[in-house]
Nanobody, 123 residues
Framework: QVHLVQSGGGLVQAGDSLRLSCAASGRTVSSFGMGWFRQAPGKEREFVIA????????FYTDSEKGRFSIARDNATNTVYLQMNSLKPEDTAVYFC????????????????WGQGTQVTVSS
């Protein structure tokens, strides 16, 4: 069992940067590929970015590549989502998640989920 607790998020202006954290307990994140998803109001939850167990491989969507990055610290069991050049359309609730399938982009492949954190980008 893995318990994921998110922190960070909030209200920022367009062009700002923000870093979300996802702290794991119960099992080490080095056993999982970690991903970030987001869900905007009235929309389905969508894949944002993921990495491999070591963090050596990254998996992006075209729209976020170059702006968003994922990093992990296996020593502290924490995964981060760094978001730069934020846009109003990035406004959503962001979720971290853990999967045994490295690089998975579908929700069903992720076994454990954080509680979600709101990111609001004003224009």
């Amino acid at each position: 069992q893995v318990h994921l607790v998110q922190s960070g998020g909030g209200l920022v202006q367009a062009g700002d940067s923000l870093r979300l954290s996802c702290a794991a307990s119960g099992r080490t994140v080095s056993s999982f590929g970690m991903g970030w998803f987001r869900q905007a109001p009235g929309k389905e939850r969508e894949f944002v970015i993921a990495d491999s167990e070591s963090g050596g491989r990254k998996f992006y969507t075209d729209s976020e590549k170059g702006r968003f990055s994922i990093a992990r610290d296996n020593a502290t069991n924490t995964v981060y989502l760094q978001m730069n050049s934020l846009k109003p359309e990035d406004t959503a609730v962001y979720f971290c998640a853990a999967s045994r399938r490295v690089g998975a982009r579908d929700i069903g492949s992720y076994e454990y989920w954080g509680q979600g954190t709101q990111v609001t980008v004003s224009s």
